[in-house]
């Protein structure tokens, strides 16, 4: 079983940065494709970026491309996502889920573990 917990999160005006950080124990963290998923409220749970086991994949979603980053250091059983230029609506529950799978899928339905998450919010 791998336990999964995300922290970084908070509150950002426009503009600004942060980095979340996922943290793992358990199971074979290093060898699981991780993702970064997103919940507004109201809204459905969005991708917003995924990273291979050796951190040689990785894929952004469009809406966060060129402002999020995703990498991972399997030494430590850690995966961030740097966030520039943060807008409004980046303002949502930010997930870490890993997949033992590795199917590289934008889907949550294919990631088996997921922390708690982490709320980011962007003030205006």
């Known amino acids: 079983q791998v336990h999964v917990v995300e922290s970084g999160g908070g509150l950002a005006q426009a503009g600004d940065s942060l980095r979340l950080s996922c943290s793992a124990s358990g199971g074979f963290f290093g060898r699981y494709e991780v993702a970064w998923f997103r919940q507004a409220p109201g809204k459905e749970r969005e991708f917003v970026a995924t990273?291979?086991?050796?951190?040689?994949?990785?894929y952004v979603a469009d809406s966060v491309k060129g402002r999020f980053t995703i990498s991972r250091d399997n030494a430590k059983n850690m995966v961030y996502l740097r966030m520039e230029n943060l807008k409004p609506e980046d303002t949502a529950v930010y997930y870490c889920?890993?997949?033992?799978?590795?199917?590289?899928?934008?889907?949550?339905?294919?990631?088996?573990?997921w922390g708690q998450g982490t709320q980011v919010t962007v003030s205006s």
């Open positions: 990273i291979g086991w050796n951190g040689t994949y990785t």
């Open positions: 889920a890993a997949d033992h799978h590795s199917r590289q899928s934008i889907h949550w339905y294919d990631y088996d573990y």
